[in-house]
């Protein structure tokens, strides 16, 4: 059987044979160093009984039937870290993936730590060392050989010995649903939308002054639709540091543009930043009202820090009780909001985070219980009181 398709044809079929399967294990190889949007090079696929590597890059390859394939529902997909597959599928096919188990996801649940690497999984379920020497290969250039395409296979075949042993740790545990219910946000669509208006929050912004933050928004967004029409890298646009320095300095001519440090020779008279000082005039022009605001963190009261050291403690026990990665559970930022506020919204305060931490740090909230250093065992316990 052919364990690298090339045509159409042989896809349709691999993806009639696949359908019949209750779980697939999907894999991908991408770049995206010269490109905004990542560029598919290789997908990997297997089922139980095959396991096969699809060339996106074939002359007149039509994918649709692995898209569609992905959007059946009685075939589970399982991915390790799947956020950028997913985001890959987004990109092609307009929607994410449906039936997603990601087993990085899932061995978070399961007590193997905080975003364990394919690598180290396989090595703890199955005992096994990966091969890594071709990890830096260049999967665009073609033609593949015969061990890169077994190489790239093995992301996938030992994948379903992982996915089957890590299921079933999951139902001895009854943590099915744990895994379901954080999968949710992982095939949302809203997660891979990429909207040019939010791109100045990934800036290093050292000032929280309204007009500053104007124009690092409008010139972050700028940059950001420029970079996908061109298909370019935001920083082949225009490194951070040089739209920081043109938004904290708000230049008004080519002129004050030029005297900037930072910008290549001739950028204030190229159309990039005629455009930038369009872009600025506009946004002095603006309403102040309209002017964007950086969320203020929240502030732990003093007289809950100690509190916050005492749930983070009990967090700790609480872990490694029940072999849950802590990030899982809760974040540092939402323990302090726990600590501090009477009645917050948070995560951690429904379903199964409930149950192994919530409940138990509104009790010790509540000073029905304590924690006291066991010396015969080493330990701290929770005592009621």
């Keep these: 059987m052919c364990t690298f398709i090339q ?15 209750a779980f697939i294990t999907v ?5 995206r160093e010269k490109t905004y949007w990542p560029q598919l090079c290789l997908i990997q696929i297997a089922s139980v009984d095959e396991a096969v590597c699809i060339d996106p890059l074939a002359k007149e390859m039509n994918l649709q039937a692995l898209f569609d394939l992905m959007q059946n529902k009685a075939v589970i997909k399982v991915f390790h870290a799947a956020r950028q597959d997913i985001e890959i599928f987004y990109h092609l096919d ?9 087993t990085q996801l899932a061995a978070m649940v399961c007590g193997f730590g905080e975003s364990v690497s394919y690598q180290n999984l396989v090595q703890k379920l ?53 895994v379901s219910d954080d999968t949710a946000l992982l095939t949302d669509p809203h997660t891979y939308e990429n909207d040019s208006q939010l791109a100045w929050k990934r800036l290093k912004i050292t000032t929280t002054k309204p007009l500053y933050l104007a124009l690092c928004q409008a010139l972050a967004a700028y940059r950001e639709d420029l970079a996908k029409r061109q298909n370019r890298p935001r920083k082949h646009i225009m490194r951070d540091e040089v739209l920081l320095e043109i938004a904290g300095s708000a230049p008004e001519s080519t002129e004050e ?4 440090r930072g910008l290549p020779q001739g950028f204030s008279h190229s159309r990039i930043g005629k455009e930038m000082l369009k872009i600025i005039a506009s946004v002095k022009a603006q309403d102040p009202s309209t002017y964007p605001e950086v969320p203020k963190p929240y502030e732990l009261p003093r007289s809950a820090r100690a509190v916050s050291k005492m749930l983070r403690l009990l967090l700790m026990i609480k872990a490694a009780e029940n072999d849950v990665a802590e990030k899982l559970i809760i974040s540092q930022d939402d323990l302090d909001i726990l600590a501090g506020e009477k009645n917050p919204d948070l ?8 149950q192994i931490f919530g409940k138990a740090a509104l009790e010790m909230k ?8 066991n010396p015969e065992k080493h330990r701290i316990d929770i005592l009621s009181f």
């Design 94 to 102: 307009g929607k994410t993936p449906v039936s997603v188990f990601d």
């Design 27 to 31: 894999d991908t190889e991408f770049i």
């Design 257 to 260: 543009m030029a005297k900037l």
């Design 126 to 178: 199955l005992g096994r060392e990966l091969d890594k020497s071709m990890r830096f290969t260049d999967w665009s250039r073609r033609p593949l050989t015969e061990k890169q395409i077994s190489y790239a296979l093995n992301d996938v075949t030992h994948l379903r010995e992982v996915y089957q042993k890590i299921t079933g740790i999951l139902e001895q545990t009854g943590r099915t649903d744990w």
């Design 347 to 354: 995560e951690v305060l429904k379903g199964w985070r409930y």
């Design 7 to 21: 045509t159409t044809e042989e896809l349709n079929q691999l993806c009639q044979r696949l359908s019949k399967h």
């Design 366 to 373: 509540a000073g029905q219980t304590g924690l006291r250093y």
